[in-house]
Every structure is written in structure tokens, then in C-alpha cells.
């Protein structure tokens, strides 16, 4: 069983940063491939980034692309998401989840834990 905890969301001005964190319980962080969604109300829930067991793969989804960077510390059981030039579209509830497989997907089925989430708002 792993357990997910984001933090580092809030509200910011729009072209300014965020740093989320999730920190993974379990011990099978270092195996499994790690993703960043977000949800607004009435939408889908959209992919936004995922990495690889090691860091070495990592996959964007293309409103994000040059804005976000995803990286993982695996002594630290933590993934982040780097948020940069946020726009008010950003504003969302953002989740990390991981896959128990060791490459990385935007696909979120296949992601086998979620965490809560942390609410992120940029204002204009």
C-alpha cells in the first residue's frame, strides 16, 4: 500500500511559480513511475506530467510544456512539480498518483494510488 501526501499549493499571481511536493509512503516509491493531474470542477481530470522509476523519463502534456518541470528525489520518497508562468487556467486542484510500473504515462488508469490533492490558484 502506498500512501500520497501533496503540499505546496496556494495562491499566487499569475506569472509566478509553485513548487509542489508529494511524499510517498511505502516502499515502493523507488520502483514505480510517479504523475502529476489536476481537476476542476465539471472537467475531466487532466494529465499533466509523469516520470520515470529513475528521472530519467519524463513526458509532458502540452499546455504545461516549457512551464512545468516534474522531478523526483527517491532518498527523499518525493516527486515535485516545478510550476513556473502560472496562468489563471492553472487554477485547479492538482494530484500526484503512482504506477507501480517503472516507466512513465500520462495515461491515468493505469496509475494505481492518488493522493488528495492540493488546491492551486492563480489570479489575474
Known amino acids: 500500500q502506498v500512501q500520497l501526501v501533496e503540499s505546496g499549493g496556494g495562491l499566487v499571481q499569475a506569472g509566478g511559480s509553485l513548487r509542489l511536493s508529494c511524499v510517498a509512503s511505502g516502499r515502493i516509491f523507488s520502483a514505480s513511475s510517479m504523475g502529476w493531474f489536476r481537476q476542476t470542477p465539471g472537467k475531466e481530470r487532466e494529465a499533466l506530467a509523469a516520470?520515470?522509476?529513475?528521472?530519467?523519463?519524463?513526458l509532458y502534456t502540452d499546455s504545461v510544456k516549457g512551464r512545468f518541470t516534474i522531478f523526483r528525489d527517491n532518498a527523499k520518497n518525493t516527486v515535485y512539480l516545478q510550476m513556473d508562468n502560472l496562468k489563471p487556467e492553472d487554477t485547479a486542484v492538482y494530484l500526484c498518483?503512482?504506477?507501480?510500473?517503472?516507466?512513465?504515462?500520462?495515461?491515468?488508469?493505469?496509475?494505481?494510488?492518488w493522493g488528495q490533492g492540493t488546491q492551486v490558484t492563480v489570479s489575474s
Open positions: 516520470i520515470s522509476w529513475n528521472g530519467q523519463i519524463t
Open positions: 498518483a503512482a504506477d507501480r510500473t517503472p516507466l512513465a504515462t500520462l495515461e491515468s488508469y493505469k496509475y494505481d494510488y
